[in-house]
């Protein structure tokens, strides 16, 4: 069963950084797209930051250019975001998505994404 898992969210001051997971099942994550999203309360849907297939090329919004990377363990299946310099701006559900494709995630839309987690909240606040 193809599955996506994110976990390492919480609740975190401003400043502060958490490392969110994305582990998958099923499906080797070195042959797809891997995009992080999240959605606050009232507001779309936001495609942070993605990892490309083949070579690793990486996409981040302008919202946290310089605050977060994204990064892949083969080895362990799993992606990671690791969040720093968090604000309350930051606060929402955090998903991670995979498509198999090995073209730049960057191109690749929200709604072209297969496979998607169940997310995972983050509360950024003092």
């Known amino acids: 069963q193809l599955q996506l898992v994110e976990s390492g969210g919480g609740l975190v001051q401003p400043g502060g950084s958490l490392r969110l997971s994305c582990a998958a099942s099923g499906l080797t994550l070195a042959n797809y797209a891997i995009g992080w999203f999240r959605q606050a309360p009232g507001k779309e849907r936001e495609r942070i930051s993605c990892?490309?297939?083949?070579?690793?090329?990486?996409y981040y919004a302008d919202s946290v250019k310089g605050r977060f990377t994204i990064s892949r363990d083969n080895a362990k299946n799993t992606v990671y975001l690791q969040m720093n310099s968090l604000e309350p701006e930051d606060t929402a559900v955090y998903y991670c998505?995979?498509?198999?494709?090995?073209?730049?995630?960057?191109?690749?839309?929200?709604?072209?994404?297969?496979?998607w987690g169940q997310g995972t909240q983050v509360t950024v606040s003092s």
């Open positions: 998505a995979a498509k198999p494709t090995l073209f730049l995630c960057s191109v690749v839309a929200g709604d072209e994404y297969n496979y």
């Open positions: 990892s490309t297939a083949s070579h690793g090329q990486t």
